[in-house]
C-alpha cells in the first residue's frame, strides 16, 4: 500500500506539528497503517514543550516530495554476470527491449552494462587457438553450450588453461599437453594417436551406441557431444565468459533517490538511450529510458493546517493532494483529482481533528489531547485570539480533562516556554512561523512569534530588522511583517520593512518614521492582519 504522508506548513508551529501527529494516530486507529505524519522543518520551542510534556515523539522530516526514480513504474529486467556465456547473454539481451542488459558482481550489485555490439565483434574474431584460456573460460561452460556428457577422465582445472585444436590442424610439431583440447569427430582414431598425451579429446557427432577406439587405454578426459565438429567450434566460441566485453567505465546509471527533472536532463545530454537502475547501495532495480518517465506512481500527500502552495513542501504540484484539513482561507491548491476538503471557520486546526475524533466514535488518549489542546491553545493565544470559537474552547475544555491538566496554568507554561527572544538569533525569530502570501502581485511575507519577553525584542530590534531587509533582497520579497505577540501586555508589536512598506502603513497606520507600531488587542494573524494589508494592498 503506498504511502501518504501527512504534514503542515513550512516553519511549522505547534498546530501544524501537533494536527499532524493527531490525525496520524486517528487514520492507524481506523486501521489504515500507511499515513505517515511528517514535518516540513525545525520545532521550535514552544512546540518541542508540548510534545515533550506528553511524551510524544517528534514526526519525521520530510524535505520534498519531487517525483523520484523510485517512483517509476520500472519495468522487470534480467541481469548478467561477467562468467555468463556468450550464447546465455545473447539470449538474455535478445529476449529484452533495447539491446543491452545490466551486468552485476557475485553480490548482484552493478559493475557494468553490456550490448549486442559489446559482444558481436570480439566473438567474430575469435580465431585464436588460446581464446579460451585468454579469456578464462570455465570448464564447465563449455559443457553446457555442447550440452557434453563426459565417458571418462577429469579436467584437472575450472578454467580451460590450454589451447584449443583440431585434429585436422595437428602436424607433427605441435606437443600437447594434458591441459590442451582437441576436437575430432568419433570416426576417426584420433584417441589413439595421441594416447600417450593425455588431453583433452571432444569427440563430435557422437551417440550412445558409439565404440571409441583406444578408449581403454586413453588417459586423458573424454568429452561426447551430438554435434558436428563444425557446430562444435561455433558452439566453444559461445561459451566463452564476457568479462571482457562489459563496459565499466563511464558508466550511466541512476539512483532511485534521484528527482525525475535531474533523470530527464542527464538524459537529455547522453548519447545512450538505456539505463541502470540502482538503489542506494548498488543493487540492480531496472533499465530505464525516456518513455518509461511518463509511468509514475506519484507520491500521496495530506495538507493540515495549510491550503496555499507556496507554504507547502517542494514538488506539491507534481503531488497527489488526497485530503486537506485546515482553518484558513482557501489560497491558491490546485489538485489532480476529487479529494476531501475540509475548511472550518476555527481558531485552530487541532478543533478540526479532535472533532473527527467524536465523530469516529474514536477515543482520544491522553497524549494526543495534550498535544491537540496545546495546539489549540497556541493558535488561540489561550482564547484570547479573535480567531478563538466557542467550538474551540469546548474542546479545549474536554481535552483538557482527558490530558490532565488546568487549562489556564498550562496554558501559561505552554506560551512562555518559548518567549525568551534573547536567546534566539534574528533568523530563527523570523523563520519560527513564517508565511508567504500573494496579495495581488505584491510578495508578502509574515511571521509571528508569542512572548512574554517584550524586553528580550527591543535588545536585539536592529538585528532583526536588518535581517528581515536581507530576506527581502535575497528572496525578492516586497513587504515583510513581523508579528510580536504578547497575551500579557495584551498586543502586538508590528515590525514591517521592504520596497512595498506603504502597505504596512496604509493598513495600521504608521508614519513613515515608525519603524514598528503596537496594535492593542491584535493576536491573530489570520484574521487581524492578513485581511488588512490585503485591503491595503489594493489602494
Known amino acids: 500500500m503506498n504511502k501518504i504522508y501527512i504534514f503542515g506548513h513550512q516553519n511549522p508551529d505547534t498546530d ?18 500507511n499515513y505517515i505524519a511528517a514535518r516540513l522543518g525545525a520545532i521550535n520551542k514552544e512546540t518541542a514543550f508540548a510534545l515533550n510534556y506528553f511524551n510524544v ?12 526514480v523510485s517512483d517509476l513504474n520500472l519495468p522487470k529486467t534480467v541481469v548478467a554476470h561477467e562468467t555468463d556465456t556468450v550464447k546465455q547473454t545473447l539470449e538474455k539481451i535478445i529476449s529484452k527491449i533495447g539491446r543491452s542488459i545490466p551486468v552485476v558482481d557475485e553480490n548482484e550489485r552493478l559493475i557494468g552494462i553490456v550490448s549486442i555490439s559489446d559482444i558481436v565483434p570480439p566473438y567474430l574474431e575469435m580465431t585464436s587457438k588460446t581464446v579460451l584460456k585468454d579469456l578464462n573460460t570455465p570448464f564447465k561452460n563449455i559443457m553446457t553450450e555442447l550440452k557434453a556428457e563426459i565417458l571418462m577422465g577429469k579436467y584437472q582445472h575450472n578454467n580451460i588453461m590450454g589451447n584449443v585444436y583440431l585434429a585436422s590442424d ?27 598425451n593425455g588431453c583433452c579429446m571432444i569427440l563430435g557427432n557422437y551417440n550412445e551406441n558409439d565404440r571409441i577406439n583406444g578408449r581403454d587405454s586413453y588417459e586423458g578426459v573424454i568429452l561426447t557431444t551430438k554435434y558436428s565438429v563444425y557446430e562444435i567450434v561455433k558452439l566453444i566460441g559461445y561459451s566463452v565468459p564476457i568479462k571482457t566485453m562489459v563496459r565499466k567505465e563511464a558508466l550511466e546509471y541512476f539512483v532511485t533517490y534521484e528527482t525525475i527533472d535531474d533523470v530527464k536532463n542527464n538524459m537529455l545530454t547522453s548519447r545512450h538511450m538505456r539505463f541502470p537502475v540502482v538503489d542506494e547501495f548498488g543493487f540492480i532495480k531496472g533499465m530505464i529510458s525516456r518513455s518509461n518517465l511518463i509511468d509514475i506512481n506519484r507520491k500521496k500527500a495530506i495538507l493540515m493546517d495549510h491550503n496555499e502552495k507556496n507554504q507547502s513542501i517542494e514538488g506539491i504540484e507534481e503531488t497527489e493532494i488526497v485530503e486537506v484539513i485546515d482553518h484558513h482561507r482557501v489560497a491558491n491548491v490546485q489538485t489532480m483529482a476529487p479529494l ?31 498535544i491537540m489542546l496545546s495546539a489549540i491553545i497556541s493558535d488561540t493565544l489561550l482564547f484570547k485570539s479573535p480567531t478563538s470559537t466557542k467550538e474551540d474552547r469546548r474542546i479545549g475544555e474536554k481535552l483538557s480533562k482527558i490530558a490532565g491538566v488546568d487549562l489556564n496554568k498550562y496554558g501559561m507554561k505552554l506560551i512562555t516556554a518559548g518567549s525568551s527572544l534573547s536567546e534566539e538569533t534574528p533568523e530563527n525569530i ?60 495584551g498586543g502586538t508589536e508590528i515590525l514591517a520593512v521592504g520596497k512595498e512598506r506603504w ?24 484574521k487581524q492582519v492578513v485581511p488588512m494589508l490585503m485591503n491595503a494592498a489594493k489602494l
Open 340 to 370: 476531501y476538503f475540509r475548511i472550518e471557520p476555527l481558531g485552530c486546526t487541532c478543533t478540526i481533528v479532535a472533532k473527527m475524533y467524536e465523530e469516529n466514535n474514536v477515543t482520544i488518549t491522553k497524549e494526543m489531547a495534550g
Open 57 to 68: 515523539a517528534q514526526p519525521m522530516l520530510l524535505k520534498g516530495l519531487n517525483p523520484q
Open 503 to 526: 502597505i504596512a502603513e496604509n493598513a495600521f497606520n504608521m508614519d513613515k518614521e515608525d519603524i514598528s507600531i503596537f496594535l492593542p488587542n491584535v493576536f491573530s494573524r489570520k
Open 16 to 33: 501544524s506539528i501537533c494536527s499532524t501527529i493527531a490525525y496520524e494516530n486517528l487514520k492507524k486507529q481506523l486501521g489504515y497503517d
Open 170 to 196: 595437428l602436424t607433427g610439431d605441435i606437443e600437447l599437453t594434458q591441459d590442451d583440447i582437441v576436437i575430432a569427430d568419433r570416426k576417426t582414431d584420433i584417441i589413439k594417436k595421441y594416447e600417450t
Open 430 to 489: 523570523i523563520n519560527n512561523d513564517m508565511k508567504k502570501f500573494m496579495f495581488g502581485k505584491y510578495k508578502v511575507m509574515i511571521s509571528q512569534i508569542n512572548t512574554g519577553d517584550f524586553a528580550g525584542f527591543y535588545t536585539i530590534f536592529n538585528d532583526i530588522s536588518g535581517e528581515m531587509n536581507k530576506i527581502c533582497d535575497v528572496e525578492n520579497i516586497d513587504l515583510a511583517v513581523l508579528m510580536i505577540t504578547d497575551i500579557v501586555v
